[in-house]
């Protein structure tokens, strides 16, 4: 049974999505994060929250950009997921482009951060905050300045002196369940953001937005069972054809090789009729060259 839109806290990227689209809600979240002032952030709704064929999925992450231009871009992630650095660096590396793509010198990239809002530790030491710029390894005195930062934060921190309270308070409340996340915090920004998390709850068109949503993850993971299924057999017959040739000898590298490139289950099935038929190594090799 698929999830409603009321059992969601702001730990689901969706609601995440929804709440900052204000962008008074965003901004006062970037200050805390980066322990900055920004007058004014501008909050692009047609890169948040929304389903883009493009890019082959689903995208949920918030992007603003403030008055000085600076770029943000923050993801929540309620679970664990593999290579979180290769994909921080993706989203550093989109950024740029749409930069350089309207026209732009690289020497007029913003600076820009990009920040992932974790329930869990990414890197195990119990930090709420990593920071990660790029420094010279022979001496970390001496800065690349390429002026974009990467920040991990931690729901299961437990270095509470050396960040914000402010800051702790939130992430406390990104770690909360359904039930816990409606308890008093005593923090004004996380009280706002309780009333915004009920706003969309009532508001129907949020509603009809999150089940769309909800009905294009379906068909994602449909098609990639799908996929998947039809990777698990194409593998098999390729593995059954490789124990057949076996039989007839030693495998030549080529062959081999030219066998782990095909990706069609049909002539791989058909190869295997060919080897069943050849009485050498030669002989299918031959063959299949025809």
């Known amino acids: 049974m698929g999830r409603k839109l009321r059992e969601l806290t702001i730990k689901d990227d969706f609601m995440f999505g929804a709440v900052m689209s ?18 004014r952030i501008e909050v692009s709704k047609e890169k948040s ?4 064929p493009e890019y ?4 949920l992450d918030v992007y603003a950009r403030d008055e000085e231009n600076t770029c943000y871009n923050v993801e929540m992630q309620a679970s664990r997921r593999p ?5 921080s660096r993706y989203y550093q590396s989109q950024m740029d482009m749409e930069m350089l793509q309207s026209g732009r010198d690289y020497e007029e990239l913003p600076k820009s951060f990009v920040v992932f809002i974790c329930d869990f530790d990414p890197f195990g030491k119990e930090l709420y905050r990593y920071t990660f710029k790029m420094k010279c390894e022979e001496d970390v005195n001496v800065e690349l300045e390429d002026a974009r930062q990467i920040i991990f934060l931690s ?8 960040v914000p309270k402010e800051l702790v308070t939130f992430l406390e409340y990104v770690k909360a369940d359904l039930e816990e996340s409606q308890k008093d915090f005593h923090n004004s920004y996380v009280r706002r953001l309780q009333d915004s998390v009920q706003r969309v709850k009532a508001n129907r068109e949020m509603e ?7 009905e294009k993850l379906k068909e994602e993971r449909a098609e990639g069972e799908k996929i998947g299924w039809k990777l698990g057999q194409t593998q098999g017959a390729r593995d059954m054809l490789l124990k057949m040739l076996e039989i007839l000898g030693e ?3 080529p062959i081999r090789e ?33």
């Open 22 to 39: 204000d962008p008074e809600n965003c901004r006062e979240l970037l200050e805390m994060i980066l322990s900055i002032s920004i007058d």
């Open 49 to 52: 929250m929304v389903y883009h």
């Open 56 to 59: 082959k999925g689903v995208r």
């Open 83 to 87: 290579v979180l650095g290769k994909r």
């Open 155 to 162: 729901t299961q921190g437990k270095n509470r002196e050396e």
């Open 208 to 214: 009809e937005r999150f089940m769309l949503l909800e």
């Open 251 to 253: 495998i030549p590298e």
């Open 258 to 290: 030219k066998i782990t490139s095909v990706s069609e289950q049909e002539t791989l099935m058909d190869w295997a009729k060919i080897a069943v038929q050849s009485a050498s190594m030669e002989e299918f090799v031959k063959k299949i060259s025809e």
